[in-house]
C-alpha cells in the first residue's frame, strides 16, 4: 500500500500495523503531533481517499477528518495537506568574516552540515550549502562576496520543490530565484524584508 500527500512529492509505502503518524514519521516527515490518543487534534488531517480504520473498528473513508495517530490504512491513502510541526527555517545572521556567519542568540535550528540554504542579501540570492556547525557558528562551502553586517538565511528543503518566484524590485523583471516551494518562498521574502532589500513573490 501507498501513501501519497496530494499536490506534493510526498510518498511513502504503508503496512497495515502502523499508524500513520507512525508511519509518516518514520518516512522523516516532521509530523504535528501532541497526545496520540485522538484528544488534542493537532495530527488531525482530511483524508481525501483510501480507508482507514481506528483501534474501537470505526472505518473512515474519502472525505473525512482523521486523527493520524489512531488511523491504520487498510488501503491506499491520499492525503490533503499534512499538519506539519511549527519549525524555524530562516535566520537573521551576522556576517564573521567571508566563510562564517553566527545565527542569533538562543536559537536552534535544523541546520546541519551539506544542508541546503539560501543567502539572502539586499539585491541578490546565494543558493549553497552548509559544511560545519559549532554552536552558533556557521562555515559555508564557498565564500561570500557581501559587504554588508548581516544576511538573511533560509533552510531548503531539497526533496521539496515549487513554483514560486522570488524578484527584488531594484532587479525587476529579472528572475532572482525559482523553484521555491511556497512555504519557503513566503520565509525567504519575509527574512528579505527584514533587510533593506525590496522583495516579492509570484507564482510560476
Ligand atoms: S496526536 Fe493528538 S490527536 Fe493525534
Known amino acids: 500500500m ?21 508511519q509518516g514519521l518514520a518516512a522523516g516527515w516532521p509530523l504535528a503531533r501532541s497526545c496520540r490518543n485522538g484528544n488534542c487534534e493537532r495530527c488531525f488531517c482530511q483524508l481525501l481517499s483510501g480507508e482507514v480504520i481506528y483501534p474501537d473498528h470505526r472505518r473512515y473513508r474519502a472525505g ?29 545572521c551576522e556576517i564573521i568574516n567571508d566563510t562564517s556567519l553566527l545565527l542569533p542568540a538562543g536559537r536552534s535550528s535544523g541546520l546541519e552540515p551539506a544542508c541546503h540554504i ?62 521555491l516551494d511556497e512555504d519557503t518562498a513566503r520565509q525567504a521574502l519575509a527574512v528579505a524584508r527584514k533587510g533593506r532589500g525590496q522583495w516579492f513573490v509570484t507564482t510560476g
Open 2 to 22: 501507498r501513501l501519497t500527500v496530494d499536490g506534493t512529492p510526498r510518498h511513502c509505502s504503508l503496512n497495515r500495523e502502523d499508524t500513520l503518524l507512525q
Open 64 to 92: 473525512s477528518t482523521i486523527a493520524l495517530c489512531l488511523a491504520r490504512p487498510t488501503a491506499n491513502i491520499v492525503l490533503g495537506s499534512l499538519p506539519l510541526q511549527p519549525h524555524q527555517r530562516a535566520w537573521r
Open 118 to 179: 539560501l543567502l539572502i542579501h539586499d539585491n541578490s540570492i546565494t543558493n549553497t550549502t552548509l559544511r560545519r556547525r559549532e554552536g552558533r557558528r556557521l562555515t559555508l562551502d564557498a565564500p561570500l562576496a557581501s559587504t554588508v553586517p548581516s544576511l538573511g538565511l533560509v533552510l531548503i528543503d531539497a526533496h521539496r520543490c515549487g513554483d514560486w518566484q522570488l524578484h527584488n524590485r531594484a532587479c525587476s523583471p529579472s528572475l532572482q530565484w525559482q523553484g
